[in-house]
């Protein structure tokens, strides 16, 4: 080794140091505390350019919180944030990026929709097959994807998201044009699914929908913890070489595990449909996708965790509706998730590394590196 | 002009971006960092062009702005992931959002006004004249030249006949080797992370300044994600980039021809197929080489997406 190196070891200076173990309540707590931090720092940048964050904030809880129709409208936006989360969730213990959430849940709606409009039967087998409907059209939509990503090692994270873009103009198509509803003056959407969800505890808005992710995750959480199934899914999530030689089918997981978590945004967008619009539109998701896809990371794709994150999501998107009416747009909404990733994202190295300043501890003897 | 050579001439004008972002992004991915926020670096550089072109009257000035501001998020964006070591895919996709959102925000107060100063197309002279394709190929603005031609031959240069390209690359594949060799691994990363922001900042103001000319939400259409997946396609080469690029530029062009003739296409089914040929470019050689075709195999740089701690090599 040069001198000049040598010089630069004995220097004090920062370095990230791992951690033996990552305690979870410590990765949670900085995971929490990285949102808040995040928070605070939009709040700040709107108050700098003169919006009264403190006071819209306040706006935003008084009106969520205030009356039982804003807590209702909360769940309402929490059910698809959540399915959608678990979507994510799902295929993000393999450490697979399904970015494409938005666009299988276009599809779920699609696929449900055209079960709900064209086929005549009683209300609770029409539902049962539009939520068939909306799990088939929400896996085909990831299905390339999915083989790609299995047998010929395509980027998953390009593909889902390439095709986010085709479903939308997709669903476009249809709710403009092909099954456009032309009896009533509703311009951009189509005729009403016929089967509707039926509303939660004699509630007037809330649909029985929203305990479907609750359930589901669950579920999940009893599969992953106990079931052989999950277990197989996190180890190749944590090393794919250990499971492919421990006789896992890594290839078919990857598929299965990418088509479970297309039909579950698949699902979400039937039960957007049939609970909250009742119409197939074009703007039927509102980016609940990215909304699920941010709360999967937040969570670091632990089920309880999820549940939690999505309701403080909807709870912010909510408030990002009520914002807007005071005269802020959805587009600093949108910025403020960045600023939220991003503290995901720091406070996920924060866990897992400890920052040591000061010098590098003496070598034990012995310890040297062998020159070159 | 036939119709023919007016979807070429369209189809090198639409690609542009692509080339740019697509360049930006194959410069920091060959550093092994893997910037998913393209969408939203078109965006800030689209915004601030057109906001600096309202304020003074010269595209160039507006043009170094777009790729100064995407060139700061994107060093914001570089330190997060090559000092602090941020997960690669989060904090893209946070660029995107931020990009996006800020962009979104920016720019409604111009709204459906256009861009007063754009870059004039010039012919080159003799080529021009050539019949036929000379209007095609040689009618365009300065930045369209520099795209398709300077650039690809300044990156590739750089990249494989220059000792700093061969450092450049090996702090991609192999960061630890590279350090042992005394190249600086965290400078390197956040020069190229930075310099490949700016690139695409540049494509976003292209946008505002010669393709499109007006503002409007969601500037970037995806096309920072076809830049992404142009990257893979073409291998991690500069030339072959290229080439997807105007693939791309003329897929969007077949959109604008089928509808000013009249062919009865439906304008969604034209609006999908630009993101589906896209799909079909990254899968189809990945599909083809697993079934036995002798198709050029597109390896990633080997440390892409990974952050190098010197501690643990």
């Known amino acids: 080794m040069s001198s000049v190196a040598a ?69 309402i936006i929490a059910t698809p944030i959540l399915l959608d989360a678990i979507a994510v969730a799902v295929s993000l213990r393999m450490r697979l990026w399904n970015i494409g959430v938005e666009g299988q849940f276009y599809m779920g709606a699609w696929a449900a929709a055209g ?33 790609a990503r299995a047998y010929w090692n395509v980027n998953e994270i390009i593909t889902t998201l390439l095709l986010n ?20 003056e509703v311009i951009q959407a189509t005729p009403l699914v016929g089967a509707r969800l039926p509303d939660l505890f004699g509630s007037t808005v809330l649909h029985v929908g929203f305990l479907l992710p609750l359930l589901l995750a669950a579920f999940f959480w009893v599969v992953f913890r106990y079931g052989r199934w999950g277990y197989e899914v996190d180890m190749i999530g944590g090393n794919p070489r250990a499971a492919a030689f421990a006789g896992i089918s890594v290839r078919r997981r990857i598929v299965t595990v990418m088509l479970i978590s297309g039909a579950i945004a698949g699902i979400s967008g039937m039960v957007h449909l049939a609970g909250a619009t009742g ?94 | 002009m036939n119709i023919f050579l007016a979807a070429l001439r369209t189809a090198i004008d639409a690609g542009t971006v692509v080339v740019l972002a697509g360049m930006g992004e194959l410069l920091t991915e060959r550093v092994g960092v893997l910037n998913l926020g393209q969408e939203g670096l078109i965006g800030i550089g689209a915004v601030t062009a057109v906001i600096v072109a309202d304020q003074v009257s010269s595209p160039w000035i507006a043009l170094i702005a777009g790729m100064l501001a995407a060139g700061v998020l994107g060093f914001v964006f570089a330190t997060s992931v090559v000092v602090v070591r941020t997960n690669q895919v989060l904090s893209g996709l946070a660029v995107v959002l931020i990009g996006v959102g800020l962009s979104n925000q920016l720019g409604n107060d111009y709204q459906g006004s256009p861009v007063t100063h754009t870059f004039e197309a010039f012919e080159i002279p003799i080529l021009a004249d050539i019949p036929q394709i000379g209007p095609a190929l040689f009618d365009h603005n300065i930045i369209v030249y520099l795209s398709y031609v300077a650039l690809p031959v300044l990156v590739a240069i750089v990249l494989f006949r220059t000792r700093h390209g061969m450092n450049l690359r090996a702090v991609g594949e192999n960061p630890a080797a590279a350090d042992a060799a005394g190249i600086d691994v965290t400078g390197m990363r956040l020069l190229y992370a930075t310099i490949g922001a700016a ?58 021809i089928a509808q000013q003739q009249n062919w009865g296409i439906p304008s969604f089914v034209l609006a999908m197929l630009p993101f589906l040929v896209t799909l079909a470019l990254i899968i189809l050689p990945a599909a083809l080489a697993r079934f036995g075709f002798k198709v050029r195999s597109s390896v990633a740089p080997a440390s892409l997406a990974t952050p190098y701690f010197r501690e643990e090599r």
């Open chain 1, 279 to 372: 119409r197939l539109q074009g703007t039927i998701s509102n980016g609940y996708g990215l909304s699920g896809f941010i709360v999967a990371a937040l969570a670091g794709a632990s089920f309880l965790g999820l549940v939690v994150g999505g309701l403080f999501i909807a709870l912010l998107l909510h408030s990002g509706i009520v914002l807007q009416t005071s005269g802020l747009s959805v587009y600093i909404v949108v910025a403020v998730y960045g600023v939220v990733l991003v503290g995901i994202a720091v406070a996920e190295m924060a866990a897992r590394y400890r920052l040591v300043i000061g010098r590098r501890p003496p070598a034990a003897p012995g310890a040297e590196r062998a020159p070159p």
């Open chain 1, 165 to 184: 873009f085709v479903a939308v103009t997709w669903v476009e198509w249809f709710s403009i044009d092909l099954w456009r509803d032309r009896e009533a």
């Open chain 2, 199 to 256: 690139l695409s900042g540049a494509g976003g103001a292209f946008l505002m300044l010669s393709f499109t000319p007006v503002w409007s939400v969601n500037v970037a259409r995806g096309r920072g994600w076809v830049a992404l997946a142009v990257v893979i396609f073409a291998a991690w080469r500069p030339s072959l980039l290229v080439f997807g690029a105007l693939l791309f530029g003329a897929m969007i062009s077949l959109g604008f």
């Open chain 1, 7 to 75: 010089g630069r070891d004995l220097a004090p200076r920062v370095r990230l140091q791992r951690r033996l173990q990552v305690d979870p309540r410590r990765a949670a707590l900085m995971r929490i505390g990285g949102v808040v931090v995040a928070l605070l720092a939009a709040g700040l940048a709107l108050a700098v350019t003169g919006r009264p964050a403190l006071s819209l904030a306040g706006e935003a809880v008084t009106s969520t919180f205030g009356e039982r129709l804003g807590l209702e409208q909360t769940a």
């Open chain 1, 115 to 147: 079960v709900g409009i064209y086929v005549d039967a009683p209300a609770p087998l029409l539902l049962v097959l539009m939520a068939l409907a909306g799990a088939v059209g929400g896996a085909l939509w990831i299905a390339v994807p999915a083989i």
